[in-house]
């Protein structure tokens, strides 16, 4: 079973910013949350990861929970090519890189 | 570049015909990953190798091998192929330290008839 629960879809408009969700509820304190979206026709691509501060790169932010049992990834603004399935994952240390990455959050962007 | 290359991008065969979908990285990463994505279903991880001769499961790894003889190289195999391994086949890589993320091929896409 997946260790993280996202909502099924989403949906935004076009220059928007875009607040996409994601339950782990069960995390260790060893996980990292990485997050991922796969574009139509392609293999995912990494967005970014944090362990317990928030994060910022040229892609997205990662805002995490104080008790990182949930985490947001915040798009700032919605382009058209963000249109996506977003997949939260933990990665955990420890030995073991058994990744479960559920079904994703499938988001629309309206121009 | 760095990437994952698979190979082939597309693949039918008949079932029980032996294949191997080939995966090579050129970023010198310990951690290679099979994974699987079929409507509905998502991704799922087939098999893992945290480095040359370390393999290990994932959630689904009935009728797959894998080998990692070398560690740029990461080859499934699938002996007995058949039509419920019908699939899109992603490889990735990533360095050991946690603080990267996964880097994905772009896939193969397999028929079994």
């Known amino acids: 079973d997946a260790k993280t629960t996202q909502p099924n879809s989403m949906e935004s408009n076009e220059e928007e910013p875009v607040h996409l969700p994601c339950n782990h509820s069960?995390?260790?304190?060893?996980?990292?949350i990485h997050w991922y979206r796969q574009l139509p026709s392609q293999g995912p691509e990494y967005v970014i990861h944090?362990?317990?501060s928030n994060v910022n790169n040229r892609m997205a932010s990662l805002a995490i929970a104080e008790d990182r049992k949930s985490s947001t990834l915040i798009l700032h603004r919605a382009t058209l090519r963000d249109a996506a399935v977003y997949y939260c994952i933990l990665r955990g240390q420890g030995g073991s890189e058994k990744l479960v990455f559920g079904k994703g959050t499938k988001l629309t962007v309206n121009p | 570049e760095a990437q994952v290359t698979q190979n082939p991008r597309y693949l039918i065969t008949v079932t029980g015909k032996k294949l191997t979908v080939t995966c090579s990285q050129n970023m010198n990463h310990e951690y290679m990953s099979w994974y699987r994505q079929d409507p509905g279903l998502g991704l799922r991880q087939i098999y893992y190798s945290m480095n040359v001769e370390v393999t290990d499961k994932g959630d689904v790894p009935e009728g797959y091998k894998v080998s990692r003889k070398e560690k740029r190289n990461f080859p499934l195999i699938l002996e007995s192929p058949s039509p419920n391994q019908t699939s899109l086949y992603f490889c990735?890589?990533?360095?050991?330290?946690?603080?990267?993320?996964?880097?994905f091929g772009s896939g193969t896409r397999l028929t079994v008839v």
């Open positions: 990735a890589s990533s360095p050991w330290n946690l603080g990267y993320g996964y880097t």
């Open positions: 944090g362990l317990t």
């Open positions: 069960t995390i260790s304190g060893t996980d990292y």
